[in-house]
């Protein structure tokens, strides 16, 4: 059972967009639509942002947007606010079993 | 309102056992899976266990594999985490969270701290 693969950090200025990474494999991301991806402020809980690969639940921004191809999974955020440094996690699930990427921070200059 | 509140955290010794709680409110328990989730402190979010809506089927990561059981009583709309042979690596706040896939609604997680 290992993680997902996910940059450490990423960057951007307000207004820009950033894209934030999540290799996986064949068995895991590559065989399910079942990716979600999550966001984190210190000291909260995470929060849903994206399920199966491109779906926003309801009151999440379309800022906030998934994709997928081959074995990696990608969160792509446009019009970068300052509200948006936080960590970002992926997830998988992959039938028996639930898998987290190792999170990327999300830093707005 | 649509909850999730955990309780049950708690300072303990290695080798000791603890047993988590988590009260579900405002949507139908036995309707879901349902998934503990947690978090070493400064470290990434970590999968650890769920169980189906009946409680029938249930499921574990390795580090936990007969150490840990999960199991839920649908009267009570709640889900436990029992905790037994407890290691300084299973520091970490616990979160549990409503269905496998989706993960859609999180507790704000209990503080588990194990001492050596």
């Known amino acids: 059972q290992s993680a997902l693969t996910q940059p450490r950090s990423v960057s951007g200025s307000p207004g820009q967009s950033v894209t934030i990474s999540c290799a996986g494999i064949?068995?895991?991301?590559?065989?399910?639509?079942?990716v979600s991806w999550f966001q984190q402020h210190p000291g909260k809980a995470p929060k849903l942002l994206i399920y199966?690969?491109?779906k926003r639940p309801s009151g999440v921004p379309d800022r906030f947007s998934g994709s997928k191809s081959g074995n990696t999974a990608s969160l792509t955020i446009s019009g970068l606010q300052a509200e948006d440094e936080a960590d970002y996690y992926c997830?998988?699930?992959?039938?028996?079993?639930?898998?987290f990427g190792g999170g990327t921070k999300l830093t707005v200059l | 309102e649509v909850q999730l509140v955990e309780s049950g955290g708690d300072l303990v010794q290695s080798g000791g056992s603890l047993r988590l709680s988590c009260a579900a409110s405002?949507?139908?328990?036995?309707?879901?899976?349902m998934s503990w989730v947690r978090q070493a402190p400064g470290k990434g979010l970590e999968w650890v266990s769920d169980?189906?809506?009946?409680?029938?089927?249930?499921y574990y990561t390795d580090s936990v594999k007969g150490r840990f059981t999960i199991s839920r009583d649908n009267s009570k709309s709640t889900l436990y985490l029992q905790m037994n042979s407890l290691r300084g690596e299973d520091t970490a706040v616990y979160y549990c969270?409503?269905?496998?896939?989706?993960?859609?609604?999180w507790g704000r997680g209990t503080l588990v701290t194990v001492s050596s």
């Open positions: 405002g949507f139908t328990f036995s309707s879901y899976a």
């Open positions: 997830y998988s699930y992959a039938g028996r079993s639930g898998m």
């Open positions: 169980v189906s809506g009946s409680g029938d089927n249930t």
């Open positions: 199966d690969v491109t």
């Open positions: 969270a409503k269905d496998v896939r989706y993960l859609d609604l």
């Open positions: 064949s068995s895991d991301v590559g065989s399910y639509n079942f």
